[in-house]
């Protein structure tokens, strides 16, 4: 089978187009044929060697890519939820081989029936960015109906998540973006949006329950701007899981009773199927910034390296009409 492969780690020249072998499934795994893979920043982060604590996991040579859609090609002897034929998205094995391939294996608690009403390519956009998003707002910030929340990276792939995730829930939603984004910020349902460059949003607002932080900087002068903000006993809730809270941020948190929160990605195939079910209802929609081929991995990584997505990147391995 094809995979987009890396052998070392460094820039987008070390990801090479391979012909490998197909994987086999152990017992509690499932083998997908893929029809696409969703692009995230961590693939471009793995690809470059990783952070402190991604880094000790890496081995290599490694498939790239943790979004995956296609159909059950071959269960693993335990596995009981799923058959042949079945339509499914989900994570593969992270950070393990992935989803860059024409087929992968993982945990079959992974995977989950893929949304009805939406495409392959559709699918593959929405697991580990919603799946975030979701960790976040509803595990960690605990956002209940009718509390405030405010969204930086509003309109990436977790943010738009986020955004939509929370209007379901019935919350109030700020969202921060810079001016390009802000109508697209409204279409993803924001009751109030704040043009990060040009409105300083620690002047504009206050007693905000929770705050969720999925933009990309790593910058605790930024955080204490987001504390500011905060009720008392509200809480922050930051993605960035690699650049720690420093004793600024956590003074200011105890200051206020709040509480701050750092969170990595948690796979659930419960949270998968109720993901699946928004979207079918349509509550949630699904942005596709741009489509690539396997072989344009390339170009896909750069224009994510950007940090200026709106949506989500994806990599279509197989046409929607070879399904036959
Ligand atoms: N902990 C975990 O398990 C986990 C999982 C997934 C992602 N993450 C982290 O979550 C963050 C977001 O990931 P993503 O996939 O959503 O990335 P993304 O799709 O590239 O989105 C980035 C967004 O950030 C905004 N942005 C860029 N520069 C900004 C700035 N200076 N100030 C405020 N916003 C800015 C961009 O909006 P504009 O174009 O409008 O600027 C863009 O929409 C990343 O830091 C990623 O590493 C963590």
């Known amino acids: 089978m094809k995979a ?16 490998i072998v197909r994987p086999v499934p152990a017992p509690d795994e499932i083998l997908v044929k893929l029809f696409a893979s969703g692009i995230n920043p961590a693939d471009w982060v793995i690809r470059n060697g990783g952070n402190d604590i991604l880094r000790p996991l890496l081995k290599l040579p490694l498939t790239l890519g943790w979004d995956a859609a296609g159909i059950v090609e071959e269960t693993g002897s335990e596995v009981q939820d799923f058959k042949v034929g079945d339509e ?62 405010l969204i930086h990276g509003a309109t990436g792939g977790v943010g738009s998540f986020a955004v939509q995730f929370a209007k379901a829930k019935g919350a109030y939603v700020i969202g921060v973006a810079s001016a390009r984004n802000l109508d697209y910020l409204k279409q993803l349902g924001a009751d109030e949006v704040i043009d990060y460059r040009t409105q300083k949003f620690e002047e504009m607002l206050h007693d905000i329950d929770v705050v969720f932080d999925a933009a990309p900087h790593r910058d605790n002068n930024e955080r204490l701007r987001s504390v500011k903000v905060l009720k008392e006993g509200g809480i922050l809730v930051s993605v960035n899981i690699d650049f720690p809270f420093n004793d600024d941020v956590l003074e200011a948190l105890a200051e206020k009773k709040a509480k701050g929160e750092q969170v990595a990605v948690q796979v659930r195939n419960s949270w998968l199927q109720e993901i699946a079910q928004l979207i079918d209802e349509g509550k949630v929609k699904i942005f596709i910034n741009k489509v690539f081929p396997l072989e344009q991995v390339a170009e896909a990584h750069l224009e994510s390296e950007s940090w200026h997505v709106r949506g989500k990147l994806v990599l279509e391995i197989r046409k929607e009409h070879d399904k036959a």
């Open 88 to 149: 499914v998205y989900g994570v593969p094995n992270f950070p393990g081989d992935g989803s860059y391939a024409e087929y992968c294996v993982g945990k079959a608690n992974g995977f989950v029936l893929k949304p009805e009403t939406i495409s392959f390519n559709e699918a593959a956009a929405v697991p580990l960015a919603s799946l975030t998003a979701w960790t976040g707002i509803f595990e960690f910030g605990k956002l209940q109906s009718g509390q405030r929340v």
């Open 4 to 19: 987009i492969r890396i052998h070392e780690f460094g820039g987008v020249e070390v990801m090479k187009l391979e012909e």
